[in-house]
């Protein structure tokens, strides 16, 4: 049993350390080996990799845009590679441009190019399969990443080298912050 700020929580793990739950007023519960997160850094807010019904995307979005999401999705867990475009590892903008071509969309290779492709979305407008920007004060000009956005207020993200790609709100405490624009491609 755990108490926090004021609401009481039963966790069980079960010997898995992927296990995620959502907790009082969206808080994420992220079990990290015998310790359990929640919330604080990007790392602790991230989906069970190990559950195909964790995310769906939404009904009424558009065909490209769910094939794009939806392949986006399929690639969670896989590492990220510098430079990687697959099929065993990508980077940021490998990953977006894969997810496209499996809408029969062709977009350019790198961010900086993907930023200035298709039509521009707010937050508010925000589709399956629409690019995410962000500016992060990585090397080089921004936006750098771009994350795939899967619906309701989920995105598909390749964190950095170490990192596996995974699923994280995009309201969540470290990028919401460093949000540059969205594109919806096609």
């Given at each position: 049993?755990?108490?926090?700020?004021?609401?009481?929580?039963?966790?069980?793990?079960?010997?898995?350390?992927?296990?995620?739950?959502?907790?009082?007023?969206?808080?994420?519960?992220?079990?990290?080996?015998?310790?359990?997160?929640?919330?604080?850094?990007?790392?602790?807010?991230?989906?069970?990799?190990?559950?195909?019904?964790?995310?769906?995307?939404?009904?009424?979005?558009?065909?490209?845009?769910?094939?794009?999401?939806?392949?986006?999705?399929?690639?969670?867990?896989?590492?990220?590679?510098?430079?990687?475009?697959?099929?065993?590892?990508?980077?940021?903008?490998?990953?977006?441009?894969?997810?496209?071509?499996?809408?029969?969309?062709?977009?350019?290779?790198?961010t900086?190019?993907?930023?200035?492709?298709?039509?521009?979305?707010?937050?508010?407008?925000?589709?399956?399969?629409?690019?995410?920007?962000?500016?992060?004060g990585?090397p080089?000009?921004?936006?750098?990443?771009?994350?795939?956005?899967?619906?309701?207020?989920?995105?598909?993200?390749?964190?950095?080298?170490?990192?596996?790609?995974?699923?994280?709100?995009?309201?969540?405490?470290?990028?919401?912050?460093?949000?540059?624009?969205?594109?919806?491609?096609?």
């Amino acid at each position: 049993m755990l108490h926090i700020d004021s609401f009481t929580l039963d966790l069980q793990a079960r010997g898995r350390s992927d296990r995620t739950v959502k907790t009082y007023r969206d808080a994420v519960a992220w079990f990290a080996g015998e310790h359990l997160l929640i919330g604080g850094e990007p790392n602790a807010i991230a989906m069970n990799l190990d559950d195909p019904t964790a995310h769906q995307v939404p009904a009424d979005a558009s065909e490209q845009g769910r094939a794009a999401a939806e392949w986006a999705l399929d690639q969670v867990g896989k590492p990220y590679v510098w430079g990687g475009t697959g099929p065993h590892g990508f980077d940021c903008s490998g990953l977006t441009m894969k997810a496209w071509e499996a809408a029969g969309v062709a977009i350019p290779r790198v961010t900086t190019d993907q930023v200035n492709f298709g039509t521009s979305a707010t937050l508010d407008e925000l589709a399956p399969g629409d690019l995410l920007f962000y500016d992060t004060g990585g090397p080089g000009d921004p936006p750098a990443p771009v994350t795939v956005y899967v619906g309701d207020g989920q995105m598909v993200n390749v964190p950095s080298t170490g990192k596996n790609i995974r699923v994280e709100p995009v309201d969540g405490p470290y990028y919401s912050t460093r949000f540059m624009s969205a594109v919806r491609p096609g």
